[in-house]
Protein backbone atom coordinates (compact mmCIF):
# COMPACT_ATOMS: atom_id res chain seq x y z
CA UNK A 1 0.00 0.00 0.00
CA UNK A 2 1.57 3.42 -1.09
CA UNK A 3 2.71 5.66 2.31
CA UNK A 4 0.32 8.87 2.06
CA UNK A 5 1.40 12.78 2.78
CA UNK A 6 1.91 13.45 6.53
CA UNK A 7 -1.15 16.05 6.86
CA UNK A 8 -2.63 16.95 10.53
CA UNK A 9 -5.64 14.91 11.14
CA UNK A 10 -8.76 16.42 12.59
CA UNK A 11 -10.05 13.81 14.56
CA UNK A 12 -7.98 11.31 16.43
CA UNK A 13 -7.97 7.54 15.33
CA UNK A 14 -8.51 5.21 17.92
CA UNK A 15 -7.56 1.50 18.32
CA UNK A 16 -4.79 -0.21 15.97
CA UNK A 17 -5.29 2.17 13.04
CA UNK A 18 -4.13 4.53 14.90
CA UNK A 19 -1.82 3.06 17.08
CA UNK A 20 0.56 2.13 13.41
CA UNK A 21 -0.28 5.65 11.94
CA UNK A 22 1.09 7.12 14.71
CA UNK A 23 4.73 4.60 14.87
CA UNK A 24 4.56 5.32 11.02
CA UNK A 25 4.59 9.25 11.39
CA UNK A 26 7.44 9.01 14.11
CA UNK A 27 9.51 6.57 11.68
CA UNK A 28 9.19 9.39 8.60
CA UNK A 29 10.62 11.72 10.95
CA UNK A 30 13.02 10.20 13.36
CA UNK A 31 16.14 9.95 11.08
CA UNK A 32 15.53 13.95 10.30
CA UNK A 33 15.19 14.65 13.70
CA UNK A 34 18.69 12.81 14.58
CA UNK A 35 20.17 14.98 11.42
CA UNK A 36 18.63 18.59 12.79
CA UNK A 37 20.15 17.21 16.49
CA UNK A 38 23.76 16.44 14.99
CA UNK A 39 23.75 19.85 12.96
CA UNK A 40 22.67 21.90 15.81
CA UNK A 41 25.42 20.29 17.97
CA UNK A 42 28.08 21.13 15.74
CA UNK A 43 26.87 25.15 15.05
CA UNK A 44 27.11 25.17 18.96
CA UNK A 45 30.30 24.02 19.54
CA UNK A 46 31.70 26.60 16.74
CA UNK A 47 29.77 29.24 18.54
CA UNK A 48 31.58 28.13 21.69
CA UNK A 49 35.03 28.45 20.17
CA UNK A 50 34.57 31.67 18.54
CA UNK A 51 33.22 32.87 21.55
CA UNK A 52 36.16 31.80 23.56
CA UNK A 53 38.99 32.52 21.37
CA UNK A 54 37.08 36.20 20.31
CA UNK A 55 35.69 37.69 23.93
CA UNK A 56 38.41 38.09 25.84
CA UNK A 57 37.98 39.90 29.48
CA UNK A 58 40.63 41.38 31.26
CA UNK A 59 41.20 42.13 34.72
CA UNK A 60 43.78 44.02 36.49
CA UNK A 61 44.07 43.73 40.53
CA UNK A 62 46.57 46.25 42.63
CA UNK A 63 46.59 44.59 45.68
CA UNK A 64 48.99 45.86 48.97
CA UNK A 65 50.90 42.34 47.76
CA UNK A 66 51.19 44.05 44.11
CA UNK A 67 54.40 46.06 42.60
CA UNK A 68 55.01 48.12 40.26
CA UNK A 69 53.51 51.00 42.35
CA UNK A 70 54.46 53.70 44.94
CA UNK A 71 52.24 55.31 47.06
CA UNK A 72 51.80 58.96 48.49
CA UNK A 73 49.63 60.85 50.29
CA UNK A 74 48.07 64.15 50.28
CA UNK A 75 46.37 66.92 52.16
CA UNK A 76 45.15 70.42 52.32
CA UNK A 77 48.35 71.53 54.20
CA UNK A 78 49.69 71.64 50.36
CA UNK A 79 47.82 74.49 49.81
CA UNK A 80 47.68 76.53 53.64
CA UNK A 81 45.14 74.28 55.16
CA UNK A 82 45.97 72.65 58.48
CA UNK A 83 44.32 68.70 57.50
CA UNK A 84 46.95 66.12 58.18
CA UNK A 85 47.35 62.77 56.27
CA UNK A 86 49.31 58.90 58.63
CA UNK A 87 50.04 56.87 56.20
CA UNK A 88 49.94 53.10 58.12
CA UNK A 89 53.70 51.82 57.87
CA UNK A 90 52.22 48.16 58.08
CA UNK A 91 49.38 48.18 55.26
CA UNK A 92 50.84 49.89 52.03
CA UNK A 93 47.23 50.88 51.11
CA UNK A 94 45.96 51.95 54.75
CA UNK A 95 46.05 55.51 56.19
CA UNK A 96 44.72 57.81 58.06
CA UNK A 97 43.34 61.28 58.09
CA UNK A 98 42.61 64.31 60.55
CA UNK A 99 40.24 66.70 58.76
CA UNK A 100 41.08 70.17 60.36
CA UNK A 101 39.10 73.61 59.74
CA UNK A 102 41.45 76.10 58.48
CA UNK A 103 41.51 76.03 54.53
CA UNK A 104 38.38 76.70 52.40
CA UNK A 105 38.08 73.16 51.24
CA UNK A 106 39.36 71.12 53.40
CA UNK A 107 40.67 67.53 52.06
CA UNK A 108 43.46 64.75 52.17
CA UNK A 109 43.54 61.75 50.69
CA UNK A 110 45.94 58.59 49.23
CA UNK A 111 46.39 57.13 45.61
CA UNK A 112 49.07 54.93 44.21
CA UNK A 113 51.68 56.21 41.33
CA UNK A 114 52.05 54.22 38.66
CA UNK A 115 54.52 56.09 36.67
CA UNK A 116 57.57 55.48 38.38
CA UNK A 117 60.25 58.06 36.74
CA UNK A 118 60.23 62.01 35.32
CA UNK A 119 59.65 60.36 31.73
CA UNK A 120 58.43 57.01 32.57
CA UNK A 121 54.84 55.90 30.81
CA UNK A 122 51.66 55.52 33.23
CA UNK A 123 49.34 52.69 32.58
CA UNK A 124 46.87 51.98 29.49
CA UNK A 125 43.34 51.98 31.11
CA UNK A 126 41.31 52.52 28.39
CA UNK A 127 40.38 48.83 27.78
CA UNK A 128 38.92 48.51 31.44
CA UNK A 129 34.92 49.73 31.69
CA UNK A 130 34.96 49.46 35.44
CA UNK A 131 36.35 49.83 38.31
CA UNK A 132 35.71 47.82 41.65
CA UNK A 133 37.08 48.84 45.37
CA UNK A 134 36.94 46.51 48.29
CA UNK A 135 37.81 48.71 51.30
CA UNK A 136 37.19 49.77 55.10
CA UNK A 137 35.96 53.03 56.18
CA UNK A 138 35.74 54.44 59.19
CA UNK A 139 34.91 58.81 59.49
CA UNK A 140 31.83 61.02 59.13
CA UNK A 141 31.64 61.66 56.00
CA UNK A 142 28.84 59.33 53.34
CA UNK A 143 30.61 59.86 49.93
CA UNK A 144 34.39 59.48 48.87
CA UNK A 145 35.81 60.80 45.45
CA UNK A 146 38.08 58.53 43.24
CA UNK A 147 41.14 60.55 41.61
CA UNK A 148 42.40 59.54 38.15
CA UNK A 149 45.51 61.73 36.94
CA UNK A 150 46.05 61.06 33.41
CA UNK A 151 48.75 62.75 30.72
CA UNK A 152 47.36 65.91 29.53
CA UNK A 153 45.65 66.45 26.50
CA UNK A 154 47.88 66.94 23.25
CA UNK A 155 47.49 70.43 22.88
CA UNK A 156 48.90 71.20 26.43
CA UNK A 157 51.80 69.20 26.04
CA UNK A 158 55.00 70.68 26.23
CA UNK A 159 53.85 73.66 27.94
CA UNK A 160 55.64 74.40 30.85
CA UNK A 161 54.20 73.98 34.08
CA UNK A 162 51.33 71.76 32.60
CA UNK A 163 50.81 69.49 35.09
CA UNK A 164 48.71 65.60 35.07
CA UNK A 165 44.68 66.04 33.71
CA UNK A 166 42.81 65.21 37.03
CA UNK A 167 39.63 63.21 36.17
CA UNK A 168 36.93 62.74 39.52
CA UNK A 169 33.97 60.86 40.57
CA UNK A 170 32.55 60.68 43.98
CA UNK A 171 30.58 57.68 45.00
CA UNK A 172 28.63 56.63 48.08
CA UNK A 173 30.23 54.70 51.31
CA UNK A 174 29.16 53.18 54.65
CA UNK A 175 30.98 52.85 58.04
CA UNK A 176 32.56 49.06 57.81
CA UNK A 177 33.63 46.88 54.99
CA UNK A 178 32.36 48.68 51.31
CA UNK A 179 32.64 46.68 47.88
CA UNK A 180 31.97 49.78 45.37
CA UNK A 181 31.65 49.23 41.90
CA UNK A 182 32.52 52.03 39.43
CA UNK A 183 32.17 52.38 35.78
CA UNK A 184 35.15 54.61 34.09
CA UNK A 185 33.20 56.13 31.71
CA UNK A 186 31.98 58.53 34.45
CA UNK A 187 35.13 60.08 34.76
CA UNK A 188 34.53 64.05 34.64
CA UNK A 189 37.90 66.09 34.43
CA UNK A 190 38.12 68.61 37.70
CA UNK A 191 36.59 71.94 36.54
CA UNK A 192 39.42 74.02 38.20
CA UNK A 193 42.21 72.38 36.33
CA UNK A 194 40.34 72.77 32.89
CA UNK A 195 39.58 76.37 34.29
CA UNK A 196 43.28 76.94 35.34
CA UNK A 197 44.65 75.91 32.20
CA UNK A 198 41.70 78.22 29.58
CA UNK A 199 40.36 75.30 28.58
CA UNK A 200 36.37 75.31 27.82
CA UNK A 201 33.92 71.96 29.42
CA UNK A 202 34.01 70.36 25.87
CA UNK A 203 37.67 70.57 24.93
CA UNK A 204 38.80 67.92 26.84
CA UNK A 205 37.26 64.32 26.97
CA UNK A 206 38.28 61.64 29.48
CA UNK A 207 41.48 59.42 27.98
CA UNK A 208 42.54 56.64 30.19
CA UNK A 209 45.59 55.45 28.04
CA UNK A 210 48.11 57.14 29.90
CA UNK A 211 47.04 56.86 33.67
CA UNK A 212 49.56 58.28 35.88
CA UNK A 213 48.28 57.44 39.35
CA UNK A 214 44.55 56.48 40.65
CA UNK A 215 43.86 57.65 44.25
CA UNK A 216 40.54 58.50 47.25
CA UNK A 217 40.32 61.44 48.51
CA UNK A 218 38.02 62.79 51.53
CA UNK A 219 36.60 66.10 51.07
CA UNK A 220 33.64 68.52 52.54
CA UNK A 221 33.96 66.23 55.49
CA UNK A 222 33.26 67.33 58.88
CA UNK A 223 36.39 68.64 61.58
CA UNK A 224 37.71 64.73 62.26
CA UNK A 225 39.63 61.72 62.48
CA UNK A 226 38.92 59.70 59.71
CA UNK A 227 40.77 55.92 58.25
CA UNK A 228 40.57 54.27 55.15
CA UNK A 229 42.01 50.79 54.52
CA UNK A 230 42.39 49.58 50.62
CA UNK A 231 42.50 46.21 49.87
CA UNK A 232 42.16 45.91 46.24
CA UNK A 233 41.49 47.60 43.24
CA UNK A 234 40.49 45.93 40.60
CA UNK A 235 39.94 47.28 36.74
CA UNK A 236 38.20 45.26 34.49
CA UNK A 237 36.50 45.10 30.60
CA UNK A 238 35.86 42.86 27.86
CA UNK A 239 38.37 43.94 24.33
CA UNK A 240 37.16 42.82 20.90
CA UNK A 241 38.72 44.14 17.50
CA UNK A 242 37.04 45.04 14.71
CA UNK A 243 37.70 41.62 12.75
CA UNK A 244 36.78 39.60 15.60
CA UNK A 245 33.67 41.27 16.02
CA UNK A 246 32.44 40.22 12.24
CA UNK A 247 33.54 37.20 13.29
CA UNK A 248 30.87 36.81 15.71
CA UNK A 249 28.44 38.28 13.50
CA UNK A 250 28.93 36.03 11.48
CA UNK A 251 28.88 33.29 14.25
CA UNK A 252 25.48 34.48 15.26
CA UNK A 253 24.25 34.15 12.03
CA UNK A 254 25.07 30.38 11.45
CA UNK A 255 23.64 29.83 14.62
CA UNK A 256 20.39 31.60 14.48
CA UNK A 257 19.80 29.76 11.05
CA UNK A 258 20.59 26.15 12.14
CA UNK A 259 17.86 26.97 15.01
CA UNK A 260 15.82 28.16 12.59
CA UNK A 261 15.96 25.01 10.63
CA UNK A 262 15.86 22.92 13.87
CA UNK A 263 12.83 24.66 15.24
CA UNK A 264 10.96 23.91 12.02
CA UNK A 265 11.56 20.06 11.86
CA UNK A 266 11.01 19.94 15.56
CA UNK A 267 7.69 22.12 15.48
CA UNK A 268 6.16 19.81 12.62
CA UNK A 269 6.50 17.09 15.21
CA UNK A 270 5.12 18.92 18.07
CA UNK A 271 2.30 20.30 16.00
CA UNK A 272 1.22 16.76 14.88
CA UNK A 273 1.79 15.60 19.12
CA UNK A 274 0.07 18.41 20.15
CA UNK A 275 -3.16 17.97 18.06
CA UNK A 276 -3.45 14.52 19.04
CA UNK A 277 -2.96 15.46 22.91
CA UNK A 278 -5.72 17.80 22.80
CA UNK A 279 -8.31 16.11 21.18
CA UNK A 280 -7.86 13.31 23.66
CA UNK A 281 -7.29 16.00 26.63
CA UNK A 282 -10.97 17.75 25.41
CA UNK A 283 -12.31 14.03 25.10
CA UNK A 284 -11.37 13.10 28.42
CA UNK A 285 -12.40 16.82 29.88
CA UNK A 286 -15.96 16.50 28.43
CA UNK A 287 -16.44 12.87 29.46
CA UNK A 288 -14.85 13.95 33.27
CA UNK A 289 -17.41 17.13 32.83
CA UNK A 290 -20.42 14.88 32.50
CA UNK A 291 -19.44 12.37 35.04
CA UNK A 292 -19.12 14.98 37.50
CA UNK A 293 -22.39 17.28 36.77
CA UNK A 294 -24.75 14.03 36.80
CA UNK A 295 -22.73 13.44 40.52
CA UNK A 296 -22.79 16.82 41.44
CA UNK A 297 -27.22 16.96 40.31
CA UNK A 298 -27.64 13.45 42.00
CA UNK A 299 -25.76 14.41 45.48
CA UNK A 300 -27.23 17.74 45.44
CA UNK A 301 -30.89 16.11 44.52
CA UNK A 302 -30.65 13.76 47.48
CA UNK A 303 -28.98 16.49 49.91
CA UNK A 304 -32.16 18.53 49.28
CA UNK A 305 -34.66 15.36 49.92
CA UNK A 306 -32.35 14.51 53.34
CA UNK A 307 -32.30 18.36 54.18
CA UNK A 308 -36.20 18.84 53.67
CA UNK A 309 -36.91 16.44 56.26
CA UNK A 310 -34.23 16.30 58.64
CA UNK A 311 -34.67 19.81 59.20
CA UNK A 312 -37.85 20.47 58.90
CA UNK A 313 -39.61 18.13 60.62
CA UNK A 314 -37.56 18.97 64.08
CA UNK A 315 -38.39 22.37 63.57
CA UNK A 316 -42.53 21.72 63.42
CA UNK A 317 -41.90 19.98 66.66
CA UNK A 318 -40.61 23.23 68.52
CA UNK A 319 -42.88 25.60 67.08
CA UNK A 320 -45.71 22.98 67.69
CA UNK A 321 -44.65 23.17 71.44
CA UNK A 322 -44.00 26.31 72.15
CA UNK A 323 -47.15 27.14 71.03
CA UNK A 324 -48.60 24.13 73.41
CA UNK A 325 -46.25 26.08 76.45
CA UNK A 326 -47.58 29.49 75.75
CA UNK A 327 -51.53 28.57 76.78
CA UNK A 328 -50.20 27.36 80.14
CA UNK A 329 -50.10 29.32 82.82
CA UNK A 330 -46.42 30.82 82.71
CA UNK A 331 -45.12 33.95 84.51
CA UNK A 332 -43.77 37.10 82.33
CA UNK A 333 -40.15 35.46 82.28
CA UNK A 334 -41.44 32.17 81.03
CA UNK A 335 -43.61 33.80 78.48
CA UNK A 336 -41.11 35.87 77.45
CA UNK A 337 -38.46 32.64 76.42
CA UNK A 338 -41.28 30.37 75.30
CA UNK A 339 -42.13 33.34 72.60
CA UNK A 340 -38.23 33.84 71.69
CA UNK A 341 -38.32 29.91 70.87
CA UNK A 342 -41.23 30.22 68.76
CA UNK A 343 -40.22 33.15 67.09
CA UNK A 344 -36.96 31.78 66.61
CA UNK A 345 -37.84 28.41 64.97
CA UNK A 346 -40.21 30.14 62.71
CA UNK A 347 -38.00 32.18 61.64
CA UNK A 348 -34.89 29.57 60.74
CA UNK A 349 -38.53 27.35 59.11
CA UNK A 350 -38.59 30.21 57.19
CA UNK A 351 -34.95 30.36 56.00
CA UNK A 352 -34.39 27.01 55.25
CA UNK A 353 -37.84 27.42 53.31
CA UNK A 354 -36.33 30.06 51.34
CA UNK A 355 -33.40 28.49 50.60
CA UNK A 356 -35.01 25.24 50.07
CA UNK A 357 -37.51 27.21 47.73
CA UNK A 358 -34.70 28.57 45.31
CA UNK A 359 -32.35 25.39 45.21
CA UNK A 360 -35.80 23.76 43.10
CA UNK A 361 -35.91 27.17 41.17
CA UNK A 362 -32.22 26.49 40.20
CA UNK A 363 -32.71 23.16 39.21
CA UNK A 364 -36.09 23.66 37.34
CA UNK A 365 -37.85 21.45 39.70
CA UNK A 366 -40.39 24.48 40.92
CA UNK A 367 -43.83 22.76 39.72
CA UNK A 368 -47.20 24.43 40.27
CA UNK A 369 -50.15 22.44 41.62
CA UNK A 370 -53.64 24.54 40.53
CA UNK A 371 -56.64 23.66 42.72
CA UNK A 372 -60.16 25.54 42.70
CA UNK A 373 -59.64 28.02 45.98
CA UNK A 374 -61.32 30.86 47.47
CA UNK A 375 -59.38 33.97 47.03
CA UNK A 376 -61.28 35.97 48.92
CA UNK A 377 -60.78 33.89 52.39
CA UNK A 378 -57.08 33.68 50.97
CA UNK A 379 -57.01 37.04 51.39
CA UNK A 380 -58.99 37.36 54.24
CA UNK A 381 -56.29 35.02 55.62
CA UNK A 382 -53.37 37.46 54.83
CA UNK A 383 -55.40 40.31 56.26
CA UNK A 384 -55.49 38.54 59.83
CA UNK A 385 -51.71 37.60 59.43
CA UNK A 386 -50.21 40.99 58.95
CA UNK A 387 -52.83 43.48 60.62
CA UNK A 388 -51.52 42.76 64.27
CA UNK A 389 -48.03 43.85 62.82
CA UNK A 390 -48.95 46.88 61.18
CA UNK A 391 -51.05 47.57 64.21
CA UNK A 392 -47.84 47.35 66.21
CA UNK A 393 -46.18 49.84 64.51
CA UNK A 394 -49.18 52.61 64.18
CA UNK A 395 -49.77 51.78 60.52
CA UNK A 396 -52.95 51.78 58.95
CA UNK A 397 -53.66 48.23 56.93
CA UNK A 398 -56.06 47.07 54.34
CA UNK A 399 -56.93 44.42 51.84
CA UNK A 400 -59.17 45.75 49.16
CA UNK A 401 -60.82 43.60 46.37
CA UNK A 402 -62.34 45.32 43.62
CA UNK A 403 -66.21 43.87 42.72
CA UNK A 404 -65.20 42.29 39.12
CA UNK A 405 -62.86 40.10 40.50
CA UNK A 406 -64.20 36.15 40.52
CA UNK A 407 -64.71 34.22 43.96
CA UNK A 408 -63.17 31.14 43.23
CA UNK A 409 -60.30 30.79 40.73
CA UNK A 410 -58.17 27.96 39.45
CA UNK A 411 -54.00 28.42 40.33
CA UNK A 412 -51.31 27.15 43.33
CA UNK A 413 -53.13 28.82 46.35
CA UNK A 414 -49.81 27.90 48.19
CA UNK A 415 -47.34 29.88 45.79
CA UNK A 416 -49.60 32.65 45.21
CA UNK A 417 -49.79 33.16 49.37
CA UNK A 418 -45.75 32.79 49.39
CA UNK A 419 -45.94 35.67 46.82
CA UNK A 420 -48.15 38.24 48.76
CA UNK A 421 -46.97 37.28 52.03
CA UNK A 422 -43.07 38.26 50.64
CA UNK A 423 -44.41 41.86 49.53
CA UNK A 424 -46.66 42.64 52.50
CA UNK A 425 -44.03 41.41 54.91
CA UNK A 426 -41.21 43.73 53.57
CA UNK A 427 -43.78 46.70 52.94
CA UNK A 428 -44.31 46.21 56.56
CA UNK A 429 -40.67 45.93 57.70
CA UNK A 430 -39.69 48.59 55.49
CA UNK A 431 -42.48 51.18 56.45
CA UNK A 432 -42.15 53.19 59.83
CA UNK A 433 -45.42 55.40 59.03
CA UNK A 434 -48.60 55.62 56.95
CA UNK A 435 -49.96 52.76 55.33
CA UNK A 436 -49.33 49.35 53.69
CA UNK A 437 -52.78 48.48 51.40
CA UNK A 438 -53.31 45.10 49.38
CA UNK A 439 -55.21 45.40 46.21
CA UNK A 440 -56.80 42.81 43.78
CA UNK A 441 -58.34 43.71 40.60
CA UNK A 442 -58.91 42.72 36.89
CA UNK A 443 -57.46 44.26 34.34
CA UNK A 444 -60.27 44.56 31.53
CA UNK A 445 -60.14 43.46 28.30
CA UNK A 446 -60.04 39.49 29.48
CA UNK A 447 -62.66 36.90 28.87
CA UNK A 448 -63.57 33.17 28.68
CA UNK A 449 -62.06 31.03 30.86
CA UNK A 450 -59.28 32.61 32.13
CA UNK A 451 -59.19 35.97 33.73
CA UNK A 452 -55.38 38.16 34.40
CA UNK A 453 -55.57 39.17 38.24
CA UNK A 454 -53.79 42.15 39.32
CA UNK A 455 -52.14 42.30 43.19
CA UNK A 456 -50.73 45.71 44.01
CA UNK A 457 -48.68 46.25 47.32
CA UNK A 458 -48.39 49.91 48.12
CA UNK A 459 -46.17 51.45 51.59
CA UNK A 460 -45.62 54.75 52.47
CA UNK A 461 -41.83 53.33 53.32
CA UNK A 462 -38.41 54.66 52.95
CA UNK A 463 -38.55 53.69 49.60
CA UNK A 464 -35.85 52.16 47.03
CA UNK A 465 -32.92 54.28 45.08
CA UNK A 466 -33.27 53.73 41.49
CA UNK A 467 -29.80 52.25 41.25
CA UNK A 468 -31.15 49.46 43.27
CA UNK A 469 -34.35 48.47 42.01
CA UNK A 470 -32.65 45.60 39.50
CA UNK A 471 -30.73 44.86 43.28
CA UNK A 472 -33.68 43.37 44.75
CA UNK A 473 -34.36 40.34 42.42
CA UNK A 474 -31.07 39.21 42.94
CA UNK A 475 -30.66 36.28 45.38
CA UNK A 476 -28.80 37.25 48.54
CA UNK A 477 -29.34 41.31 47.41
CA UNK A 478 -30.05 43.28 50.58
CA UNK A 479 -30.29 47.33 49.67
CA UNK A 480 -31.30 50.14 52.09
CA UNK A 481 -30.70 50.39 55.50
CA UNK A 482 -28.47 47.52 56.95
CA UNK A 483 -30.44 47.91 60.51
CA UNK A 484 -33.49 46.85 58.65
CA UNK A 485 -32.25 43.54 57.64
CA UNK A 486 -31.71 41.92 60.91
CA UNK A 487 -33.36 38.35 60.12
CA UNK A 488 -33.71 38.44 56.36
CA UNK A 489 -31.86 36.66 54.09
CA UNK A 490 -32.33 38.51 50.73
CA UNK A 491 -33.73 35.80 49.19
CA UNK A 492 -37.42 36.65 49.43
CA UNK A 493 -37.76 38.73 46.20
CA UNK A 494 -35.54 36.15 44.11
CA UNK A 495 -37.89 33.83 45.36
CA UNK A 496 -41.04 36.00 44.49
CA UNK A 497 -39.79 36.78 40.72
CA UNK A 498 -38.89 32.99 39.89
CA UNK A 499 -42.46 32.17 41.76
CA UNK A 500 -44.65 34.79 39.29
CA UNK A 501 -42.27 33.85 36.16
CA UNK A 502 -43.52 30.02 36.57
CA UNK A 503 -46.91 31.31 36.61
CA UNK A 504 -46.79 33.25 33.76
CA UNK A 505 -46.70 36.39 35.35
CA UNK A 506 -44.79 39.62 35.73
CA UNK A 507 -43.88 41.59 38.36
CA UNK A 508 -43.29 45.61 38.23
CA UNK A 509 -42.16 47.85 41.10
CA UNK A 510 -42.30 51.64 41.26
CA UNK A 511 -40.41 53.27 43.93
CA UNK A 512 -39.33 56.37 45.10
CA UNK A 513 -37.22 57.08 47.86
CA UNK A 514 -38.29 58.57 51.36
CA UNK A 515 -42.22 58.35 49.67
CA UNK A 516 -42.54 54.71 49.80
CA UNK A 517 -42.89 51.73 47.01
CA UNK A 518 -45.35 50.32 44.98
CA UNK A 519 -45.08 46.59 43.76
CA UNK A 520 -47.51 45.13 41.26
CA UNK A 521 -48.04 40.99 39.94
CA UNK A 522 -50.26 40.72 37.55
CA UNK A 523 -50.99 36.89 36.14
CA UNK A 524 -53.72 34.82 34.62
CA UNK A 525 -55.90 32.33 36.35
CA UNK A 526 -58.90 29.98 35.26
CA UNK A 527 -62.42 30.71 36.49
CA UNK A 528 -64.52 28.43 38.30
CA UNK A 529 -67.65 30.90 38.61
CA UNK A 530 -67.19 34.23 36.85
CA UNK A 531 -68.84 36.74 39.30
CA UNK A 532 -68.58 37.37 43.27
CA UNK A 533 -70.88 39.95 45.84
CA UNK A 534 -68.56 42.63 46.15
CA UNK A 535 -67.07 43.61 49.24
CA UNK A 536 -63.98 45.14 50.87
CA UNK A 537 -61.83 43.21 53.34
CA UNK A 538 -60.96 46.14 55.97
Known amino acids: ?220 APPGPLAVSLDAMTFEGVQLSDEQWYLIILGVWLVMIGAFLTHRVFGMRREFEARQRQQADEARALSDARIAAETANAAKSQFLSHMSHELRTPLNGVIGYSYWLSRGNLDPRQRTAVDAIRASGEHLLAVITDILDLAKIEAGKLDLQPVAFDLAACLAELDQMFRLRAEEKDLAFAVALAPEVPTTVVADPKRLRQVLINLLGNAIKFTDAGHVVLRVERLEGEAGETARLRFTVEDTGVGIAPDQLDAIFRPFEQVGDASRHVGGTG ?36 LIQTRRTPRQIA
Open 491 to 526: LGLSITRQIVDTMGGVITVDSTPGLGSRFVVETDVE
Open 1 to 220: MPQRPFRFLDRRPHGPAASNENDAGWLRYRNLKIEAAIFLLVLVTFAAVLGKSVVTRQALALTPQSSGFATYAFADSESGGRSTVTPDPDRPLAWSCEIRTGAAYPYCGFGLQLALGDKAKGRDFSRFQTLTLRLRWRGEADRLKLLVKTAPPAALRGRPGVQDAPLAMEFAVAPGDNTVTLPLDRLEPEQWWVASHGLARGDMSPDLSDVRSVAVAVGS
